[in-house]
């Protein structure tokens, strides 16, 4: 069965002060990771997912098999960056196993 | 850009009574999710849908639960009787391709049971 971990509940952090969020995973297979965030009052939305590789809203993540890790990051993070992030694993069928989410505030 | 919707956005009904909740995938999608998030607890897969059945089902989705498409643009929960523990939100998503694509979700229904 697969899981992901978020280690962190909340991670508080000042307006342009680095940011890491940590996901774990453990799936017997060739995971699909993705990284979904919510802002206040509003869906789920797909942020990143390691297949394309890309930078979004100055956001990376690098799947490390090794580790079994897909660790996002932020050099800078903004206000705006405030918000629930959700590591989410999709496994054989599509369904997506999610973490528990990380709270990130971003203080002025 | 299209959008997921669900409808309604918050639902308060008494233990025993059944529920509908509804979504409007994207036009063009063909797979389509039901996920709930019970307070401060993760998001959980219930139950995947495509080619008008069930393609998969979590140990949650029991009798109790049943999805439908009935008219090709709407898709449904239903509860049949309601538990104080179904109070969550219920967020509907849906996707075009299978693959390494994200899921687009919907805004989710608050579902209260008193």
């Known amino acids: 069965a697969q899981r992901v971990t978020q280690p962190e509940k909340l991670l508080s952090v000042f307006k342009g002060a680095p940011v890491e969020l940590k996901c774990n995973y453990s799936?017997?297979?060739?995971?699909?990771l993705f990284w979904y965030v919510q802002y206040s009052r509003q869906r789920l939305q797909l942020l990143l997912r390691?297949?394309s590789r890309e930078s979004i809203k100055g956001f990376t993540a690098d799947l490390n098999k090794g580790e079994t890790s897909f660790h996002l990051k932020k050099p800078f993070a903004q206000e705006e960056d405030s918000a629930m992030y959700y590591c989410?694993?999709?496994?054989?069928?599509?369904?997506?196993?999610f973490g528990g989410g990380t709270r990130v505030l971003v203080k002025p | 850009e299209p959008e997921v919707t669900q409808t309604p956005s918050h639902q308060v009904t008494q233990m025993g009574q059944e529920v509908i909740l509804r979504c409007v995938p994207i036009?063009?999608?063909?797979?389509f999710y039901w996920y709930r998030q019970i307070l401060g607890q993760k998001v959980e897969f219930l139950v995947s849908?495509?080619?008008?059945?069930?393609?998969?089902k979590s140990e949650i989705f029991d009798d109790q639960f049943s999805v439908e498409r009935p008219d090709g643009s709407n898709f449904t929960l239903k509860i049949r009787s309601t538990k104080l523990e179904d109070s969550a939100m219920y967020f509907c998503?849906?996707?075009?391709?299978?693959?390494?694509?994200?899921?687009?979700f919907g805004p989710g229904t608050r579902l209260t049971v008193l």
């Open positions: 989410a694993l999709r496994a054989a069928g599509n369904k997506l196993t």
């Open positions: 799936y017997s297979g060739s995971p699909e």
């Open positions: 390691h297949i």
């Open positions: 036009s063009n999608h063909l797979y």
């Open positions: 849908f495509y080619n008008n059945e069930i393609s998969e």
């Open positions: 998503a849906s996707i075009g391709l299978a693959g390494p694509l994200g899921q687009f």
